[in-house]
């Protein structure tokens, strides 16, 4: 790294907040794609926004190119450190400034973790609603960043929808702030949020951002169906969709992946598909809803429907579920998540499209759908040990996405592009698409500096490693439940 | 006469300077100084999958067209648009105006998809996607929302759509003072009811606080007690009236006659210090106060009230060259999207 720029980074930082020593930056030579490592030329830990304002106009300055961080759970290596660059850890900026239960907002530091929001709202009968598996370790910064889901997105969105307002230090570090504190986000005038939400760490950080609050359901109603054929689970979720009802949630797991569920005791029935479905809202709507939503079920072949009788027994049935990534870790050495989206009305043709390829590919694969939205994560197996393993896994991921494509679908629903499905990007845009998004980029940060080198195709390509645990999984600083 | 994307692309490359118009519902914002691309041609629903909560749509289609499709599969566009006898839905969108029942799910933002455009150069593309989540790409056909036609002309809009509610009851509540109808949309805000709308209204003196509760038939009538116990509990109400024939309560404009009409989007924080200063004019705040149409006689005093509050507001109707009122919208990120999208500066 740049002398000078470095000589510029220590009076911004004292030496325990810049780390450059080889052993200080390996728990930031990757994300949660394991795959992809790089090893950065310096991270800070800055601890307020000021600080992260004159690290970025000092990057801008130096043209060194910078990656945003929070906790590092990407799964695309969106924060993969840039060769050579400054990682910017943002974990320090954790301050939850406000919680107002009137206006059911929160206004917070990007380095929050996600499930902190509901707790410190919790008091108030107020939570914050995108849940991401990996809530109690990501940061809203990382949620922001890639406008993560969760299994309970189809009634109240993703992150984009729950963020009013932003402070934003561009690329360039010009400062901007729009949305505020009304419910009404931008309200007049371009959504500046929404723009924000999910442009991956390529226009620059956030520094703060006033989320919206939902009151907590009064009550929940979750289901699981039993099914000995996955299209049969299938169906059910068409009859669902059909009926006008509106659930909270409604989720698929296939054989491999309730057989993962079983390694953290989730204790599920023995099926070929597991349906999950949960209502959420004002007792009295709720129960009526749930008899209807129990009769649909009951009429679309179940051979075992289960439903939660208290909080207890719901979070058995969601643990399963919220932890069949890592449950998934357990069967195989190595795993691919992928996630891919497409109409929900050819969930099943994209299932056995899945079916016949893995089998090409003599791999297993694992699923695990946000069934609602048509939200695939098919958990590719491998050992990475073999040689050639990984990339005949990758390979088989990326026949996956371009099938969503074909069946009119995304090549992510909420994991991003970042590093990994770059190359798959002329795939779902035209040229023009492409061109227009950088440019607006280059528009942004003409020096290409933020998060360089991801979501757009080309640029050069990071090795490719071995499998393996996280660096920090490896410390034991987190676990992927 | 606009049929399509050819035509709106030659017309942009043919003028120097021009103005997206919908159905013109909305006259404030069309008093520009430049050509005017009439986009009412540009009418259809282009694929509908109810089973996918999907609608493409051409944005000149009459939004009336759109909602009646719509309500015969038991959906609905739950951004509520406003002005649905005489908007196109593209307007509906550009100009970022909801109703009440808003309050439920959401604005436009949270249920536009995707869309197909013609920018300032007069190219075409499609920014977002089709299907209910995506994350691949910028987000740029959320910025569209609200962007009165200045950055890019939408010409085909991809919708998420919910199932709507077999039926609804409506209650109203009055207070002796403008600030006990505030505190007691607080309250509700603390509490577990899930309405699908909830208004303010000021009166002449005090103010109602008007609620709307959705769902079943079977269920409708104890929900409505318990609600309305609630709110005589925590808030205590001067009197509290359950609405008959409901659905008229919530056009939320009617009534706001005068010469100049206005959106402003606030804070509930901000709204008793507004509501003061708006004195005299007629006025409800939708969105639990987080949105507010005023209408009043002059659009320059109001423009002069926002200033002063830390405001926006937006004209829908009045006589000034411009409707955006209030503090200034120039914003670094949106001019760096306008000099991408619009370099020449042609789309005003
Ligand atoms: C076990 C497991 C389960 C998961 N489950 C889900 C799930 O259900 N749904 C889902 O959507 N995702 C899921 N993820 C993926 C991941 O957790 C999310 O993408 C999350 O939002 C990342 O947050 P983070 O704090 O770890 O961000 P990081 O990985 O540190 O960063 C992610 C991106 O955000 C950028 N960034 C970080 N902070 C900022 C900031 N302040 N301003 C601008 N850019 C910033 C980074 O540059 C990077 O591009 C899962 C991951 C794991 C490991």
């Known amino acids: 790294m740049n002398r000078r720029f470095l000589g510029a980074l220590s009076k911004i930082y004292p030496g325990e907040r810049l780390l450059t020593r080889d052993v200080e930056l390996l728990p930031y030579e990757s ?451 | 006469m606009i049929a399509n994307e050819k035509d709106i692309q030659a017309f942009v490359k043919a003028h120097a300077r021009l103005h997206v118009r919908g159905r013109g519902s909305k006259p404030a914002l069309h008093q520009v100084d430049a050509p005017a691309l009439d986009l009412s041609g540009l009418r259809g629903i282009v694929d509908y999958q109810p089973q996918e909560f999907t609608l493409t749509v051409r944005a000149g289609t009459a939004l009336r067209e759109v909602m009646a499709a719509l309500a015969e599969q038991g959906q609905y566009l739950p951004f509520d648009p406003l002005l649905a006898d005489s908007a196109s839905i593209g307007g509906a969108v550009a100009s970022n105006l909801s109703g009440s029942r808003r309050h439920r799910y959401g604005g436009a933002r949270d249920f536009v998809l995707g869309a197909s455009v013609v920018d300032g150069t007069g190219q075409a593309y499609t920014v977002g996607g089709k299907v209910v989540k995506n994350a691949a790409g910028f987000d740029l056909a959320k910025f569209l929302v609200g962007s009165l036609g200045r950055y890019a002309i939408m010409t085909e809009l991809t919708f998420k759509v919910f199932p709507d509610v077999p039926q609804f009851r409506s209650l109203r509540f009055r207070y002796e003072a403008l600030a006990a109808a505030l505190e007691a949309s607080y309250a509700l805000n603390g509490s577990r009811f899930e309405l699908d709308a909830l208004d303010i209204v000021p009166g002449a003196v005090g103010a109602e606080l008007l609620a709307r509760l959705g769902g079943f038939r079977e269920t409708l009538p104890a929900r409505v007690e318990g609600f309305s116990q609630f709110v005589s509990k925590a808030t205590a109400p001067q009197q509290v009236e359950v609405i008959q024939d409901e659905s008229s309560l919530w056009d939320c404009l009617a009534g706001l006659n005068g010469p100049c009409l206005a959106k402003v989007t606030l804070a509930p924080r901000q709204l008793l210090a507004l509501d003061a200063a708006l004195d005299g004019a007629n006025r409800r705040y939708t969105l639990a106060g987080n949105s507010g149409f005023v209408a009043c006689e002059d659009a320059g005093w109001l423009d002069d009230v926002l200033a002063r509050h830390g405001l926006r507001g937006l004209l829908l109707r009045g006589d000034v060259p411009c409707p955006l009122l209030g503090l200034p919208l120039e914003n670094v990120l949106a001019a760096r999207v306008k000099a991408t999208l619009d370099p020449l500066g042609k789309l005003v």
């Open chain 1, 31 to 481: 994300d949660a794609l394991t795959a992809f490592q790089t090893k950065p030329g310096a991270v800070v830990l800055p601890e307020n926004a000021d600080e992260v304002i004159a690290t970025v106009r000092l990057c801008h300055e130096h043209s060194v190119p910078f990656v945003a961080r929070g906790s590092g759970t990407s799964l695309s290596g969106g924060s993969l450190p840039i060769a050579d660059g400054l990682t910017i850890a943002l974990n320090r900026l954790n301050r939850i400034k406000r919680i107002d239960p009137q206006q059911r907002i929160a206004v917070v530091e990007p380095g929050v973790v996600n499930l902190h929001i509901s707790q410190a709202a919790q008091p108030f009968g107020l939570y914050y609603a995108p849940d991401p598996s990996s809530q109690s370790i990501c940061t809203i910064g990382g949620n922001i960043a890639f406008n993560s889901g969760g299994a309970h997105c189809l009634k109240y969105g993703m992150t984009s929808n729950h963020v009013l307002g932003m402070k934003v230090a561009l690329a360039d570090g010009s400062l901007t702030e729009f949305g505020g504190e009304s419910l009404d986000g931008c309200g007049i005038g371009p959504d500046l949020v929404g723009l924000f939400v999910g442009s991956e760490g390529l226009f620059g950080i956030a520094l703060e951002m006033t989320l919206r609050l939902l009151p907590i359901p009064e009550l929940y109603r979750t289901v699981l169906a039993a099914f000995d054929y996955l299209g049969r689970a299938g169906d059910a979720v068409s009859r669902v969709v059909a009926s006008g009802l509106l659930p909270g949630a409604i989720e698929i797991m296939d054989r491999l992946a309730i057989r993962a569920a079983e390694t953290v005791g989730a204790n599920y029935p023995d099926a070929e598909a597991l349906l999950i479905v949960e209502l959420e809202g004002e007792a009295l709507q709720v129960e009526a809803e749930f008899t209807q939503l129990r009769e649909l079920i009951e009429d679309s072949g179940a051979f075992e429907i289960r439903t939660a009788q208290n909080e207890d027994e719901r979070a058995r049935i969601w643990k399963g579920r919220k932890s069949a990534f890592s449950a998934v870790g357990r069967l195989s050495p190595d795993y691919i998540v992928q996630d891919g989206v497409v109409p929900r009305s050819r969930l099943g043709e994209a299932l056995s499209q899945i079916n016949a390829l893995k089998r090409s590919y003599g791999l297993e694969v694992a699923n695990v759908f946000h069934a609602g939205d048509g939200n695939l994560h098919p958990l590719i197996l491998f050992d990475g040990r073999e040689a050639g393993a990984l990339r005949k896994a990758e390979a088989l991921a990326g026949e996956i996405l371009a099938m969503c494509v074909e069946l009119g679908g995304s090549i992510t629903g909420e994991h991003g592009v970042g590093v990994e499905k770059r190359d798959y990007m002329p795939a779902m845009f035209s040229e023009a698409e492409l061109d227009i998004m950088l440019a607006l980029r280059q528009a942004i940060d003409p020096r290409e500096i933020a998060n360089r080198g991801k979501m757009f195709p080309s640029g050069e390509a990071p090795a490719l490693k071995m499998q393996g645990m996280h660096p920090l999984e490896r410390q034991g600083l987190i676990s992927r439940e």
